[in-house]
């Protein structure tokens, strides 16, 4: 039995939206970045470490949840397959990306909890510089869905844009 899955695509100007107005996100996610750029591994404050990815990993949740109810949809059978599959895809990564963030969150309470060692602070700083690199690929990658769909739907975000 084969079965269709449905398509999703974006509300371009809901997506752009939310991007536009998560200035504490982008500010965050710097201020982590540079805490993990410094050479000196002894740098890195596990408790502020902790506090600020916490937060990090709160602010996510709220980002995609808005992401995911208001820039992402099934859309009607009509939809370019190519926005279909990329929205797809994009869309998807937001769990994995919030479980990453989850884990270094909770590695980060580890790092805590036990002394503080070099290794595990130079592992943890690893991390999260891949998870930030993936982040932002994911949310250029998301800037770039927002201008195909502006350009390849036409009717559809004149339609959105009526509404507001």
Do not use: W
Request: net charge negative; glycine share 2%; aromatic share 8%.
């Amino acid at each position: 039995m084969i079965t269709q899955r449905p398509n999703i695509t974006v509300n371009a100007a809901f997506l752009q939206e939310i991007k536009d107005n998560n200035l504490q996100l982008d500010e965050l996610l710097e201020l982590l970045n540079t805490l993990c750029s410094v050479n000196d591994k002894t740098f890195l404050e596990p408790k502020r470490f902790s506090e600020l990815i916490h937060e990090l990993r709160d602010l996510l949740a709220m980002h995609f949840s808005l992401e995911d109810a208001l820039g992402y949809f099934i859309g009607p059978s009509n939809i370019i397959p190519v926005l279909s599959k990329e929205a797809t895809r994009l869309k998807s990564q937001h769990e994995e990306l919030y479980l990453e963030v989850s884990a270094i969150a909770e590695n980060a309470d580890t790092l805590l909890a036990s002394e503080h060692s070099e290794n595990v602070s130079t592992n943890l700083i690893r991390r999260f510089r891949s998870f930030y690199e993936d982040l932002r690929k994911h949310e250029s990658e998301e800037y770039d869905l927002i201008l195909i769909a502006y350009y390849e739907e036409p009717c559809f975000n004149a339609a959105t844009h009526l509404v507001h």
